[in-house]
């Protein structure tokens, strides 16, 4: 049966958790590497590129319309060097009249010459804050690998931490194709904010044991 996409980046996010689990340590940063390359590799290839950048002539109507919308956002961020920079703010809409998947919409409710938001992650929030916003989202992206690392590399690691981590990974993965989920799920900034916290030890630090304390015993009165 037809999977979304969501739904597969997610198995393929908490499928990647486990076999890095289940790997010898030392593997585990060479692996997250060539994943990420293979990864983003395989996106491109696959047309998350051409999607990102407004490619709206393709068969399947779900893809077609998050290409549609993509475009939109760019065209409306041309307007001006203001827009391009800090995007159209938070109140910010698109015109999705006619848009391959508007039934869709109008059906939703959305009026469609004033639509506040849209699919694709990165078209969300240049819509919504322009270049900033992909700068955001790249340091966002860089959080969470940074996090992944971080707890997959401890010498001890608790079944809260993976579950946490399970949901970081889930919860951002869905949000790429559908942009709302990231921002509506309060399980990704607490997953996020919760292990940033409880690796930002180094886990060579952690494996050494705690450290000696260099104050001296006072002596006491005889």
Known sequence: QPISI???GEIVACAGVVILLAVHRSLRKPIIAVGLTVGLVGAHRAGLT???LGRSDLLDVTLAQRGY????????LHQSAWSTLFGLGPAGTDDLSLSPDAGTLRAAGRYLPMVDD???LPAYLELKL???GLVWLFLLTAAVITVTTRVVMRPKIEGWEIVLLLCLLGGFTAAIPAATNLFANPLIPLSLGVLWARTRTPASTEAEGPVADPIREPVRAP
């Open 6 to 8: 969501g739904v597969l």
């Open 130 to 132: 322009g270049f900033f």
């Open 69 to 76: 919308e993509a475009a939109k956002v760019l065209e409306a």
């Open 118 to 120: 849209v699919h694709l």
């Open 50 to 52: 051409a999607l990102i």
